[in-house]
């Protein structure tokens, strides 16, 4: 399979000398007075809205397409190139002319994704902002394309999403004087946060408007001990850089609309009511203090835990019961994950069931 990439990669290589040469030599005719200057990513939701260059939250079944534009300084200004009749670039709106009358280029696509599923703001030995390792991934099938539709399945981490959660992307116009490119790997948020700024075009997508439906923008992200931020609305969460346990739930709830703050678990008892505590029984059961089966609540509760918590999605076991068989979703040292009260490495300890107030 890796010499099989290789030889793709090989052979696209040799496809865009032999294109740049080609380009040069349209350049020196009558297009050598337009010059492309800058590259945008835009993207929208569905078919009807106006693309921007702005971050998206979007149904997965709406869909989002990205769309290249290239803006080009021609006669003394600046005139715009895609396939789209108009598009919103850093807050204005602009007018396009079709993509196949600007200057030549060769498009490249890149997914910019975190290299890591799991790190720390204080492996250092103290608390910073501790910066993420993107790395910037060439997506074969969109080579040489104006508008593609977004895939947010990380390649370099577990896809645990399916074709949910949360993608940066590059764009790269390869031109007869060089090439020009979107925001990538190298342009940090900087002070508040170890991701990268909005600059670098961002696409999240849902399972649908629901709390557990908001949580899977989050697929793909790193868990991120001690996840922060200089704000709530400025968070390592909200940003959708990832986020420890607690920041994960509280996730959720924001996308709601609901003004929770991001805290630790020991701070989720303000903004919850118990229905229960129990202990596991040897056959998987949690049982109350007095030895009784504890019923499983609803989708959307959460499960907490010493020091983690996790939010209840399915019954699976023993129909009503809260049992090891019972599913969780939790962000625990990996990306966020669906998995089994039973398979996670809190299968033995007590929990208590809190219900969002």
Not at 126 to 138: K, L, N, R, V
Not at 213 to 228: C, D, K, N, R, V
Request: charged residues 20%.
């Amino acid at each position: 399979m890796a010499r099989a990439s290789l030889s793709r990669m090989t052979t696209l290589t040799r496809a865009l000398g032999l294109s740049l040469l080609l380009i040069a030599a349209l350049a020196a005719g009558p297009r050598a007075e337009r010059r492309i200057v800058t590259v945008h990513i835009v993207s929208r939701a569905g078919d009807t809205a106006v693309p921007t260059d702005r971050p998206k939250h979007a149904l997965a079944s709406d869909s989002v397409t990205l769309y290249a534009v290239l803006a080009v300084r021609e006669a003394g200004r600046l005139q715009y190139y895609g396939n789209v009749p108009s598009a919103v670039i850093a807050g204005r709106p602009r007018t396009l002319q079709p993509l196949d009358r600007a200057p030549d280029a060769l498009l490249s696509w890149y997914k910019v994704e975190p290299r890591v599923e799991s790190m720390s703001n204080t492996q250092s030995g103290s608390f910073q902002f501790e910066p993420i390792d993107y790395a910037e991934t060439p997506v074969p099938n969109w080579q040489l394309a104006a508008e593609v539709i977004a895939d947010v399945s990380p390649t370099l981490t577990p896809n645990r999403g399916n074709g949910l959660g949360t993608m940066r992307y590059k764009l790269i116009a390869l031109t007869a004087s060089g090439a020009i490119s979107t925001p990538g790997a190298e342009a940090r948020q900087g002070r508040g946060s170890g991701g990268l700024s909005d600059d670098v075009h961002r696409v999240s997508l849902r399972r649908d408007d629901s709390y557990l439906g908001y949580l899977t923008e989050m697929y793909g992200q790193p868990y991120i001990w001690a996840s922060a931020g200089l704000t709530d609305a400025r968070h390592q969460s909200e940003r959708l850089e990832g986020s420890d346990c607690a920041d994960f739930v509280v996730y959720g709830r924001r996308r709601m609309g609901e003004p929770i703050p991001y805290t630790w678990t020991g701070g989720l008892p303000k903004y919850t009511r118990r229905l229960a505590r129990a202990m596991p029984r040897q056959d998987g059961t949690y049982v109350d203090q007095d030895g009784r089966p504890i019923a499983f609540p609803q989708p959307g509760d959460l499960v907490l835990f010493p020091r983690h918590v996790g939010v209840l999605t399915s019954d699976r076991g023993i129909p009503g019961r809260l049992d090891h068989q019972d599913v969780m979703f939790h962000s625990y040292f990996a990306s966020p994950r669906e998995q089994s009260l039973g398979d996670s490495a809190y299968a033995n300890t007590w929990i208590e069931v809190r219900q969002w107030q």
